[in-house]
C-alpha cells in the first residue's frame, strides 16, 4: 500500500486556512445572506473546496507566504451538504475500503517499499503494548469480540491533552480498554505538541488515513466518533471545522481547554522566551541527545558512536568552540568491548524490563519528554502564541463547526475547562447551519460530571505487577487498605473487597465517564 496515492496533505492543509480566513471574517461582519458564501465539503472523491492562491501577503512567520480568497456563491446548496453526517462518515469508510482494494491491485509487487513509510515524525515508539497494535503511526485496540468478523459498533479516534497525548495508548489505556471491551474499535493517534495546531491537526489526519483504508477493509463501513480530552478535544474541533475533508459522525469532547500561551505557561514572555530564546544556551541538542542514548539503551542496544558523539558535543563548555576539538576516537567503543557490553548488560537488562512489562513504558515516557526540546526549538524559532490564536479558534468553532452530534463532558472541579463557552459558540455554529439548511437537526449535550481534570487518565493497573504494586502504594499513602484487602462476606456469603483505594483514586469517577459515553453513543444509534 503506498500512501502518497490517496493522500493530499497540501490540499488539506490550503483548505484548513482559508476555512479559517472566513471564520476571521464572518466573526467580525454580519451575515446578511446565508448564501454569500458556499463551502463545499471536500472528501477525496467527493467535492472540492474552491480556492485561489496568491504568494503576496503572509499569513504567519511560520508558514509559506499564501493569501487565500474564498470564492462566492449563491448556488443551491450541494447534494453532499445535506447528507447526513454519520452516513458521510460511514460513506467516507467505504470509500476508504474502496482505495484500499484498488491499490493492493496495483501494488502486489512493492508492499515492501509501502511499508518503510511509517510516518514516525518525532521517532516514536514503535513497539506493542499489551493488547495494542501500532500500525502506521496509530495504536489499534480491536473490540473484544468472539466473533472475529463482527462489525464494531463504531470507530473511535481518540487524541490525548497536551504532552500526555504522545502516549495515549499508556496514559489513557484504561478508559480507552474499557470502550474497547464495550464494542468499540479504537483508533488512538499519537502526536508531538507543537505551537501550530493547524500542522498537528494535519500530522494527525495524515496518521489516520494512513491505518483507515485496511481498517474499513476488514471492518467495512463504520462510522467514525472523535474523541478528545483537553487539547485532544480542542484538536478535534479544529479538524471538524477546518478540514473538511475529514468527517465525524459524532464527536465527544472532554475537559475542552482553549488558553492563550500565556495563560497555560505562566511566566512565559518574562522567564521562558528569555531563556530558551538563545540557541546555545537553552539546552535543546543536549535532551535531543539524551533522549537518543536512552532510547537505544532501553531498546536493548549499547549507545552508538554516532549518539556519544553527539551527547560530548552537547554538553557545556568553558571555552566555546571546544567541543570541535574532540576526535571520534575518544568516545568510539571497540567492537569487541560493545560486543560484550551487549551479550552482558544492555540485552539481558532489555529482557528482564520487558519480561516485566517496563520497556514499553519507558519508551513511552521517551516519546512525551521528546516533546520538550522541539517546544524549546519553536520558541527559538520566535513562537509566541498557539496558531491559531484561541480567539480564532472560537471563530472556527462558532462559523465552520458542522458535526450533527456532539457530547461536551466537564467536570465539577475543573478551572482549566472552557466546555461552557465552546457549547455557545456551537450553539452559534447551530444556526448558522439552519440559516442556510432550515431542517437540519443538531444534537449539541454538555454532562458536568465529578471529577477533575485529570480524571480521564486515572485507572486500575493493567495486570502487570509493577502497576498492582503501585497501586497499591498510592493506596498506603493516601491512607487505607489496598483494594485487594477482603473484609468480609455480605449476607449472600459473597466475600466483599474494600474499595476504599479506587475511591480515593478516582476510578469510581473515570467510570462514570465511560457509562455516560456509551451512553450518549448508543442514544444516536450509531
Known amino acids: 500500500m503506498n500512501p502518497s496515492k490517496y493522500r493530499i496533505t497540501s490540499s488539506r492543509f490550503t483548505a484548513a486556512i482559508a476555512l479559517l480566513l472566513v471564520s476571521y471574517y464572518f466573526s467580525t461582519n454580519p451575515i446578511h445572506n446565508a448564501h454569500s458564501f458556499q463551502l463545499t465539503p471536500r472528501s477525496r472523491a467527493h467535492n472540492t473546496i474552491r480556492h485561489r492562491v496568491d504568494n503576496n501577503t503572509p499569513i504567519s512567520s511560520s508558514r509559506t507566504t499564501t493569501q487565500f480568497t474564498i470564492l462566492q456563491s449563491t448556488a443551491a446548496a450541494s447534494t453532499s451538504e445535506s447528507r447526513d453526517d454519520s452516513s458521510f462518515a ?5 470509500n476508504e475500503k474502496r482505495i484500499e482494494d484498488q ?41 473484544s469480540f468472539e466473533d472475529l468478523n463482527q462489525q464494531p459498533r463504531a470507530l ?90 475529514t468527517p465525524r459522525a459524532a464527536n465527544a469532547l472532554i475537559s475542552y481547554n482553549n488558553r ?48 556519544l558523539m553527539k551527547l560530548l558535543k552537547s554538553l557545556p563548555v568553558p571555552i566555546p568552540g571546544i567541543e570541535s576539538l574532540i576526535p571520534p576516537s575518544l568516545v568510539s567503543i571497540p567492537a569487541p568491548l560493545r560486543e560484550t557490553l551487549t551479550n552482558i548488560l544492555a540485552e539481558p537488562t532489555y529482557e528482564a524490563l520487558t519480561n516485566a512489562g517496563v520497556t514499553p513504558i519507558l519508551l513511552s515516557s521517551l516519546d512525551i519528554t521528546q516533546q520538550i526540546p522541539k517546544l524549546i526549538d519553536e520558541v527559538e524559532a520566535g513562537a509566541r502564541d498557539f496558531v491559531p490564536v484561541p480567539d480564532a479558534m472560537s471563530s472556527a468553532a462558532r462559523r465552520a463547526y458542522r458535526c450533527r452530534r456532539t457530547l461536551l463532558v466537564q467536570f465539577d472541579n475543573d478551572n482549566l475547562d472552557d466546555s461552557e463557552q ?77 474499595n476504599t483505594v479506587r475511591e480515593k483514586l478516582g476510578y469510581e469517577q473515570l467510570e462514570k465517564v465511560i457509562e455516560e459515553l456509551v451512553a450518549w453513543l448508543d442514544e444516536g444509534s450509531l
Open 422 to 498: 465552546l457549547e455557545g459558540y456551537l450553539k452559534e455554529a447551530e444556526s448558522v447551519m439552519k440559516m442556510k439548511r432550515p431542517m437540519i437537526t443538531i444534537d449539541l449535550q454538555r454532562k458536568v460530571l465529578s471529577g477533575n481534570h485529570l480524571t480521564p487518565l486515572l485507572g486500575p493497573a493493567g495486570g502487570e505487577e509493577w502497576g498492582s504494586a503501585l497501586e497499591d502504594a498510592l493506596g498506603g499513602i493516601l491512607g487505607g487498605p489496598t483494594s485487594n484487602v477482603d473484609i468480609g462476606e455480605d449476607g449472600n456469603g459473597d466475600v466483599k473487597s474494600n
Open 90 to 94: 460511514s460513506q467516507w469508510m467505504e
Open 103 to 143: 491499490m493492493d491491485q496495483k501494488s502486489n509487487n512493492n508492499s515492501s517499499s509501502a511499508s518503510a513509510t511509517n510516518g514516525n515524525v518525532y521517532d516514536e515508539t514503535n513497539v506493542s503494548f499489551g493488547k495494542w497494535e501500532y500500525i502506521d503511526g496509530n495504536y489499534i485496540l480491536r473490540p
Open 156 to 245: 473511535l479516534h481518540f487524541l490525548g491533552g497536551a504532552f500526555l497525548g504522545a502516549a495515549p495508548q499508556l496514559t489513557y489505556r484504561y478508559l480507552l480498554e474499557r470502550l474497547a471491551s464495550r464494542g468499540y474499535l479504537i483508533v488512538t493517534t499519537p502526536y508531538q505538541l507543537s505551537f501550530d495546531h493547524l500542522r498537528t491537526c494535519d500530522e494527525i489526519i495524515d496518521k489516520f488515513e494512513r491505518v483507515a483504508p485496511s481498517l474499513a477493509k476488514q471492518y467495512g463501513p463504520v462510522p467514525v466518533v472523535g474523541v478528545g480530552h483537553s487539547c485532544g478535544a480542542l484538536l478535534h474541533m479544529l479538524i471538524t471545522s477546518l478540514f473538511p475533508d
Open 260 to 307: 492563550g500561551v500565556g495563560e497555560a505557561v505562566p511566566l512565559f514572555d518574562e522567564l521562558v522566551v528569555p531563556l530558551f530564546s538563545d540557541k546555545d544556551r537553552n539546552g535543546s541538542d543536549l535532551m535531543k541527545s539524551l533522549i537518543k542514548v536512552a532510547r537505544e539503551q532501553y531498546s536493548g542496544k549499547v549507545p552508538s558512536d554516532d549518539s
